[in-house]
Structure formats: C-alpha cells, structure tokens
C-alpha cells in the first residue's frame, strides 16, 4: 500500500472568507429601506412635534387674550366704538382700547402702561355688539352709528381664527368664538 505524504513546505491555498456581490446587493437594499423607514417615522415625528407647538402657542395667547378682555369688559362703564375692528372700554377710569390691525395679523392691547400685542397670525376678527335685549349691532359706518352704538351696547363679543405654519408644516388653525361679555357696570335702557 502506498501512502501519499505531503510536504511540510507546501499548503493549500485558504478559502477566502467574505461576502459575494450578491449578498451585498441584497444587505445595501435591506438597509435602504430600513433607513427610509426610520427617517421619515423621524421627519413625521419633528412635524408633529412642530405643529403641536405651533397649536400650543395659538391657544395660549387666544387664552390670554380673552381672559383680559373679558376681565376688562365685564368691569367697564363705558364703551366707545372706533370702528368696527377697534374699541375703547372706561376701566376704573382708564381707558382700555383693543384693536384688530389687519395689516400685521394681530390683535393688541393699549392701556395707560403702554400695548400688549394679545395674539397674532389672525386670519378673520370680528367684534360683535348687542344690545341690553340681545339684538346685534351692525352699523359701525358712520360717526353716528358709532354714537348710536356707544349708547346702546350692553354685551360684546369676539370672534377670531388664527393660524401658524412652519416651513414643513402644514398650517394649525384654531377658532375662537367668545362668550357674549356683558358690561356689567354700563347703564343702558332698554
């Protein structure tokens, strides 16, 4: 019998260990749809995140907005209409005007300490005056109107929707419609 013996000095040549073109292929587009996944979970959560903000801050100053004007309301004895987007109370002796401005969105405050700009990024205001039986007061138009409607409100309503947007988001809308605030301390007859 005769046996094969191989030399100390030569070696088989190694398997190469690694991963064939294919298995790459397949790893790379596995990985490409997971990172698609992950990325857009990401982007939907930072725009969520950014819309929530953006509805947080609009019902924090609709909030403000209305717990002042309320407030002031309530306490006034008097009310002098501007114009249908602006009107002065007589709180405590003072004058408190609040204002819509079209022009910058925005709905202010001005009092003897100075104006508070209350909520802005508005997209319709309306202010609504009622007499002391309920019925709505239209006509702002003219000086005498204005007169007429100084006389004769008793209750005041606001009405406003404001709306932010971020470069990625779409907008946040958020309505308000007040309560009718009556002038509690303003004598009106019927």
């Known amino acids: 019998m005769t046996t094969i013996t191989r030399s100390p000095t030569r070696r088989e040549p190694r398997r190469r260990r690694g991963f064939t073109l294919t298995e790459v292929i397949v790893a790379a587009g596995l990985s490409s749809f997971i990172l698609a996944g992950v990325l857009s979970t990401f ?66 405050r001005t009092s003897t300490v100075g104006t508070t700009t209350l909520l802005t990024g508005i997209t319709d205001f309306n202010f609504l005056a009622y007499t002391i039986t309920g019925t709505p007061i239209t006509d702002f138009s003219t000086a005498a109107a204005r007169v007429t409607a100084n006389n004769t409100t008793k209750q005041v309503q606001l009405s406003l929707s404001a709306a932010r947007s971020t470069a990625t988001v779409t907008n946040a809308t958020n309505v308000v419609l007040s309560a009718r605030y009556v002038l509690r301390n303003k004598r009106v007859t019927a």
């Open 43 to 108: 982007l939907f959560m930072g725009r969520s995140g950014a819309n929530m903000r953006n509805y947080n801050d609009m019902e924090a100053q609709a909030r403000r907005a209305l717990e002042l004007f309320a407030e002031d309301t309530r306490q006034a004895s008097s009310v002098n209409w501007t114009s249908d987007t602006s009107l002065t109370l007589v709180v405590n002796f003072a004058n408190v005007t609040y204002t819509y401005n079209a022009g910058t969105a925005s709905f202010s």
